[in-house]
T-cell receptor
Framework: AQTVTQSQPEMSVQEAETVTLSCTYD???????LFWYKQPPSRQMILVIR??????QNATENRFSVNFQKAAKSFSLKISDSQLGDTAMYFC????????????FGQGTRLTINP | ETGVTQTPRHLVMGMTNKKSLKCEQH?????MYWYKQSAKKPLELMFV???????ENNSVPSRFSPECPNSSHLFLHLHTLQPEDSALYLC??????????????FGQGTRLTVV
């Protein structure tokens, strides 16, 4: 079974700062996806970024980037130039590339961007 | 708008009531999911349907009864619920061609309160 752990229940930074959210996972699979989802107060779960385990290059999406360390089973999210609209719950999630289609989520990190 | 629509957005029901949650996806996906999100707990996978067939039942009590009449619609029928069933219920969909899964897209959820 897969597990995903987010050890930071809450974080808070000032607008325009850079913040890094941590995520570790455990799996015996070799091919899988890792995701970061954002859930603002509107409750909509929005995909922020995706990483495929067989790709060594870290994924980037504008101000969002990841540091994927496969051997260490670590998958952190870096948000650069943070904005007030980044305030949300952030969830790290795991999914196999083949087979059972289910997302395994971490406990979430509540991120607050202060003006 | 992610292409996954859930109704109703809010529901208050008594423990003896019967109600249904509805989810519809307009993305042409072949897999649909129900997740339960309770306060201070990770998202819990409840059910997975793939091509209308249930492929995952995560030890969910029988008072929750899913129905998937086609690949675009998913229901969750509720009866004789308990107050601890109060939570946000999230629907999601994704695509699989048998060799590769895609990321899941979520609806905005139904906030359920059992009184």
């Amino acid at each position: 079974a897969q597990t995903v752990t987010q050890s930071q229940p809450e974080m808070s930074v000032q607008e325009a700062e850079t913040v890094t959210l941590s995520c570790t996972y455990d799996t015996s699979e070799n091919n899988y996806y890792l995701f970061w989802y954002k859930q603002p107060p509107s409750r909509q779960m929005i995909l922020v970024i995706r990483q495929e385990a067989y790709k060594q290059q870290n994924a980037t999406e504008n101000r969002f980037s990841v540091n994927f360390q496969k051997a260490a089973k670590s998958f952190s999210l870096k948000i650069s130039d943070s904005q007030l609209g980044d305030t949300a719950m952030y969830f790290c999630a795991f999914m196999k590339i083949q087979g059972a289609q289910k997302l395994v989520f971490g406990q979430g990190t509540r991120l607050t961007i202060n003006p | 708008e992610t292409g996954v629509t859930q109704t109703p957005r809010h529901l208050v029901m008594g423990m003896t009531n019967k109600k249904s949650l509805k989810c519809e996806q307009h993305l042409g996906h072949n897999a649909m999911y129900w997740y339960k999100q309770s306060a201070k707990k990770p998202l819990e996978l409840m059910f997975v349907y793939n091509f209308k067939e249930q492929t995952e039942n995560n030890s969910v009590p029988s008072r929750f009864s899913p129905e998937c009449p086609n690949s675009s619609h998913l229901f969750l029928h509720l009866h004789t619920l308990q107050p601890e069933d109060s939570a946000l219920y999230l629907c999601a969909s994704s695509q699989s061609n048998g060799r590769r899964n895609t990321e899941a897209f979520f609806g905005q959820g139904t906030r359920l309160t059992v009184v």
